[in-house]
């Protein structure tokens, strides 16, 4: 069993900040990519940031310079820390994380449960 648990989103004023996490845990070998989706209503569902397990990061051109994505290999753990946040980035957060599960030599993706992040303005 794999599961992806997400933690830290809330309701924040324009220009706050906010931390999400995303804590991978079960039968892994293995996480390669690790990335953050986000899904407003009525929206499809869009990557905002990634970053592979040597620290290589991409991010969607409306975040940057605001948030900014890292992880924990120790801890099966990647973080989004969301700077100067705006009405617009509100969104329900997913975190996926591409895993080598242990006993296998395939890759698949796996998705967190979702944590909403709701700016204010």
């Known amino acids: 069993q794999v599961q992806l648990v997400e933690s830290g989103g809330g309701l924040v004023q324009a220009g706050g900040s906010l931390t999400l996490s995303c804590a991978a845990s079960?039968?892994?070998?293995?996480?390669?990519?690790m990335d953050w989706y986000r899904q407003a209503p009525g929206k499809q569902r869009n990557m905002v940031a990634s970053?592979?397990?040597?620290?290589?990061?991409n991010y969607v051109d409306a975040v940057k310079g605001r948030f900014t994505i890292s992880r924990d290999n120790t801890k099966n753990t990647v973080y989004l820390q969301m700077n100067s946040l705006k009405p617009e980035d509100t969104a329900a957060y997913y975190c996926?994380?591409?895993?080598?599960?242990?006993?296998?030599?395939?890759?698949?993706?796996?998705w967190g449960q979702g944590t909403q992040v709701t700016v204010s303005s």
């Open positions: 996926r994380a591409k895993i080598q599960r242990g006993g296998w030599d395939r890759w698949n993706y796996y």
């Open positions: 079960g039968s892994i070998f293995s996480i390669n990519t």
């Open positions: 970053i592979t397990r040597d620290g290589s990061t």
